[in-house]
């Protein structure tokens, strides 16, 4: 099946400071990829949405300018958050998909701690 | 608007016993239903999906759904549940556009 990874799968960083989530597809070309964020024992919170070569598409509350990303290939997206804070700390989590649409494969997810 | 409804935010069953775990849509289109497995810090895995076709639809780890449209319904069954199937598992569905709209998701504990 389509593999995605994610890295790091852990990162602690600390407030104020940016940290980059990288999504890869690892065996297809994703032509959408999205960004979820997980809250402890809840369930996935849709951040954005990106196409290659397009701006993301943000859900309503997501601020664009903390939350950045990036799609500039098939097989790779990006998610910068900036000037951290504590509240930012979560479960993030991407998801790829392909010629179905409606078929999203997940990665492992990326466990941020901001102190 | 459309939504996905999953009863039970906690499920316990013993080992070897009946697992049925409830999804329910609300959609003015018809949907694409799916059901994710996440285990402790870790991603979803694809149990199983539909789309068109045939309404009873088998997945991994033994792992079955039926659509029943009458009934807007796409519970989760499996026959005998193991200890590895202790997970979070997530009800979500298409309806039309580009997202995925996920339930709230069901913690499945094993009794032994």
């Known amino acids: 099946g389509a593999v995605v990874s994610q890295h790091p799968s852990r990162v602690i960083c600390k407030s104020g400071t940016s940290v980059k989530i990288e999504c890869r597809s690892l065996d297809f070309q994703a032509t959408t990829m999205f960004w979820y964020r997980q809250f402890p024992k809840q369930s996935l919170m849709l951040m954005a949405t990106s196409n290659e070569g397009s701006k993301a598409t943000y859900e309503q509350g997501v601020e664009k300018d903390k939350f950045l990303i990036n799609h500039a290939s098939l097989t790779l997206s990006t998610l910068t958050v900036t000037s951290a804070h504590p509240e930012d700390s979560s479960f993030y989590i991407c998801?790829?998909?392909?010629?179905?649409?409606?078929?999203?494969?997940f990665g492992p997810g990326t466990r941020l701690t901001v102190t | 608007a459309q939504s996905v409804t999953q009863l039970g935010s906690h499920v316990s069953v013993s080992e070897g016993a009946l697992v049925l775990l409830r999804c329910n849509y609300s959609?003015?289109?018809?949907?694409?239903l799916f059901w994710y497995v996440q285990y402790p810090n870790q991603g979803l895995q694809l149990l199983l999906k539909?789309?068109?076709?045939?309404?009873l639809v088998k997945g991994i780890n033994g792992f079955e759904a039926e659509f029943k449209k009458s009934e807007t319904s796409f519970h989760l069954t499996k026959p005998s549940a193991h200890m590895s199937d202790a997970a979070e598992y997530f009800c979500?569905?298409?309806?039309?556009?580009?997202?995925?709209?996920f339930g709230t998701g069901t913690r499945l504990t094993i009794i032994p």
């Open positions: 979500a569905g298409y309806f039309g556009n580009e997202k995925l709209t």
């Open positions: 959609s003015s289109v018809p949907p694409y």
């Open positions: 539909y789309t068109t076709g045939a309404t």
């Open positions: 998801s790829a998909s392909g010629q179905n649409f409606y078929e999203q494969y």
